[in-house]
């Protein structure tokens, strides 16, 4: 009986450290969670953007980068396995993993269980999302997963199993990734205006900071637009009065409403108005996302959120001509770096302006450039010390009167 | 005879006006004690706004109006700031001593292509930084000793604009037979100003010596003053005249 008793207890012992060994034994914790190192397809690290660093973009996915994750685990045996699922929801309940509610997939394969080490795993595993089977997908040829996602978070669940289609046991570890790949819609309100020998481009402003996620433009310019739908206006001439000007199709100067005497021209006036270039059609990236002309083509950029008004100066380092057209469209870029679609191009032609300074010269002014002859800007500064000077000598002397 | 009456008429208006000032100041004694008790005065402190329109199409040898055909004839608003130094009190007349004043305006407009007339998206502008340093005397003797709420005064001395005008490419710069000439530069000149002070304080006594005794400020006055600004290039050969003759209003803290 006393024998029953020892065998009892020691079972009883072993069974209690047996449970309590299987419920905390394994463990993981990943431990760059706040800056997750981001590799290039060529295995080489990526300097990340200054905003928005670690989320991912669609050029981060276009260009199949990975993400290095350093976890430190501890528990591994014989009998179980470190996995690494990746989903939207919640991937630790087994429903999450398998059979027709599953949500979650596997980005890449077993960990391995030892004490500390690393994993990489490609962006585009990441965002694919296949919801059947347990296999690890591959998506590393497939950009078409980058296209199209609007601002979402992708969580990566590091969990210890025993079998398969189990829940995971001892403790887990979760990091989430935020992905936007879907870049800003086009700018509206476009108008470019032409200045002398520049081009200054208004569009809608899109909102105060945090209002609308828009962290610069991007503006090309062509050159060479393919075609332009000219503005034109009748010119009304009569030998008496001079010319005069009206618009185009006004009744008023039809043949029949013209004087004796005078005579209606069509005249192609400057300016803009819609037009269409070769370099500046909208193209199609990698993975069906909408892509942006060639950077020779870049003529001005802005940042931040709030401007509406840029100046272009010049094109490809070459400096913008009087009296010769140029396509524009504009782009917007969001503050994770994703550039929206270019919108349609605008002609215009820069020319000469008026101007007060060159008015005042061809009028006969002579000021100007700095060069005035006299006293220099320092004289008055100097007249203080003086002013100051005379009056303290003044002041004292009026005290010694008093006294 | 009758010029004589109303210039009689006048001078009784103006002794009746001047002693019902003074016999309600020292009815109350308000004015004598706020004298007694008042912290010490040495400075002036004026802030200002004013109609301007500068001088430039005054400039002989010129052949149009390039100001007025580029601005129009709307005055801008020149907002200025002037500091004085009360170094001398003459007794039973007022206060002498030399001032800085700073001033600032801007004019802008769309400039046309000059192809067609149209408007461009240029703009072209004119800035105007205007400065002076003046002697400045204020009669303050009517206001400290009869209680009369007036303060007229006087400036002179020298004034100092500094000017550039600008387009959207920045400063201008105008093709000329012997190359470009930038458009920006300073023109020397006079500057006078003659003017009349009102005396708050006189609105609220008791509201007076309390800001005097907590912040230090004697007397608060509006005024309105008419200045010429002639900066037409003394010792200069060559000056764009952008100093205007206006009229201004504003506050002046004494302290």
Known sequence: ?403 | MSRVSKNTVAALAGALLVGCFANEARADGLTSRKTRYASPQHFALEVRFSPYTPQIDEEPGLTSKPYETTFGTMPRVMFAGEFDWQAIRIPHLGTLGPGVGLGYTNMSETARLIRDNTPSGDETSLDIWQTFAVAVLRADVLWRDFGVPFVPYVKGGLGLGLWRSGNTGGTAEANTPTGKVSGKGYSFGSHVALGLAFALDFLDRGASVNIDQAVGINNTYFYFEYYFSNLNGIGQSNALRVGANTWAMGLTFEF
């Open chain 1, 1 to 403: 009986m006393p024998r029953f008793r020892t065998l009892f207890a020691s079972l009883l012992v072993l069974a209690v450290f047996f449970v309590a060994g299987r419920a905390s034994a394994q463990s993981i914790s990943v431990n760059n969670k706040t800056s997750l190192v981001r590799l290039a397809a060529d295995g080489s690290i990526v300097t990340k953007r200054q905003i928005n660093p670690e989320a991912v973009n669609y050029a981060d996915c276009l260009a199949n980068q990975s993400i290095q994750i350093s976890y430190v685990a501890s528990g591994a045996d014989g009998l179980k396995t470190l996995e690494v699922w990746a989903g939207q929801q919640d991937c630790k309940p087994v429903a999450a993993r398998s059979g027709t509610t599953q949500q979650c997939w596997r980005p890449a394969g077993n960990l391995p269980g030892a004490q500390t080490g690393t994993i990489t795993i490609p962006i585009r595993n990441i965002l694919k999302k296949r919801v059947t089977g347990s296999d690890v997908v591959d998506a590393t040829n497939d950009p078409s997963v980058c296209k199209d996602i609007a601002l979402s978070t992708y969580s990566l669940y590091f969990m210890w199993f025993q079998g398969t289609g189990t829940e995971p046991v001892g403790t887990s570890d979760q990091v989430d990734i935020p992905v936007k790949t879907q870049g800003p819609s086009p700018l509206s309100g476009l108008t470019v205006a032409p200045g002398n020998t520049r081009l200054i481009v208004t569009f809608a402003a899109t909102g105060e900071a945090g209002v609308t996620d828009q962290q610069g433009v991007r503006v090309y310019c062509d050159d060479k637009p393919t075609s332009k739908a000219p503005t034109t206006r009748n010119v009304v001439t009569c030998a008496d009065t001079g010319t005069s000007t009206e618009d185009a199709g006004d009744a008023e100067v039809d043949a029949s409403g013209v004087d004796a005497g005078c005579t209606t021209t069509t005249e192609t006036t400057s300016g803009g108005g819609e037009c269409s270039s070769s370099a500046l059609l909208p193209v199609t990236q990698d993975g069906g996302a909408p892509g942006l002309p060639d950077e020779k083509y870049l003529c001005a950029q802005l940042g931040g959120n709030t401007g509406s008004r840029v100046v272009v100066e010049n094109i490809n380092g070459a400096a913008l001509e009087n009296d010769k057209t140029y396509a524009v469209a504009v782009a917007s870029v969001d503050s994770y770096g994703n550039v929206g679609g270019l919108g349609d191009p605008t002609c215009a032609t820069p020319g000469a302006t008026t101007d007060f300074w060159q008015l005042y010269r061809d009028s006969g002014g002579q000021a100007g450039g700095c060069s005035s002859e006299g006293a220099p800007i320092g004289g008055l500064v100097s007249m203080i010390p003086v002013l100051g000077a005379i009056a303290a000598v003044i002041r004292r002397r009026v005290r010694r009167t008093e006294k």
